[in-house]
């Protein structure tokens, strides 16, 4: 069997929409490698997506799932509940930021997580209004797409969005918006557009990820919420890309000193396994009737084993710690090619969750040719990285935070060796 005749299969049978970053199909992994069909070994830089902060197949995990297994694999929670789905929601009521009493449910997707976060929202404060920033990624469901500040891919030819969704420009400087700018673009935006006592919630992601792994500055995040209190907005803080120790801290807003009325979780939470959360102050998340929220998988029980199994990993296995010191080892080898490699514009990111960004040395304008130039030759080399941001010029580095030291030795140089590769033939 060759890859390419399974690409071809998948040509045939997969509708185009599904889109596919490399040609690998893989066959097992390990930690922070994967095999393909063929045999050739990868490093996995790219964790499908974030969501293996804890690694491919880590022991313990795949050791609670199997329990799991031998007992049962589903009820419903809503039909017959069971106690381990009651005992996460009091962990991540316990971990997630905010020193206030909480409450969480249980879903299966980012998307899925956001879509109630929104439905809460709209329900505690009786109001409907949402906003959301440039850039932002909130999922591919009606109202995640509304949420996103993209169109292309995600929102082309879907017709009309949800109503009530304005988006302000998130505070990049690197792209000339400055956390005051931003700030005066949504008090533009409630003197022209929405009143704010008719907004539910602002949503934000504290690092976005789609949108390139910019860090929403401190200030900002401190403004944005003195800005909620005063309108009573309810602030959500979208943690499915930067939770569960990838930037240094259990949380991204651990990093902040205000904390979110309501969290979105899901990717890393459960080591590979379908789930998501969303955590919130209690009396809010008690807005919803009985019924009201909900999902035949929400809170599956193969899920629910697998997450606790991942948050004693990241505790027993200090990986926040972990996150600091590999994305420290990574971004000082990235600042070290920048006197040669003039495409770099910026190296940025807390913890592991980090980022470099390029642009063209002659234009000075983001490059997604060089950055696809560079994933393409990593790849090559048996690296697989993933690209972002607005403009497709950021390659994001989320391998998981077990990564064995020699293997990442290894792919730091491959990551110089491509870059400087792409300057060559550029």
Known sequence: MNAMSITERRSTAIARGVGMTTQIFAERAENSEIWDKLGRRYIDFASGIAVLNTGHRHPRVIAAVKQQLDHFTHTCHQVVPYENYVALAERLNALTPGKFAKKTIFVTTGAEAVENAIKIARAATGRSAVIAFSGGFH???????????KVVPYKIGFGAMPGDVFHVPFPIELHGVTPEQSLA???????????PQRVAAIIIEPVQGEGGFYPAPAAFMTALRAICDQHGILLIADEIQTGFARTGKMFAMDHHQVAPDLVTMAKSLAGGFPLAAVTGRAEIMDAPGPGGLGGTYGGSPIGIAAAHAVLDVIADEDLCNRANQLGGRLKQRLESLRENVPEIVDVRGPGFMNAVEFSDRTTKLPSAEFTNKVRLVAL??????????TYGNVIRFLSPLTIQDNIFGEALDIVEASILEAVAGH
Not at 139 to 149: D, I, K, N, Q, Y
Request: charge should be neutral.
């Open 139 to 149: 999922g591919r469901t009606f109202m995640g797409m509304a949420l996103t500040g």
């Open 185 to 195: 673009a949504l008090a533009k935006l409630f003197a022209a557009d929405v009143d």
């Open 380 to 389: 090559e080399k048996g690296l697989i990285l993933l690209t972002c941001g």
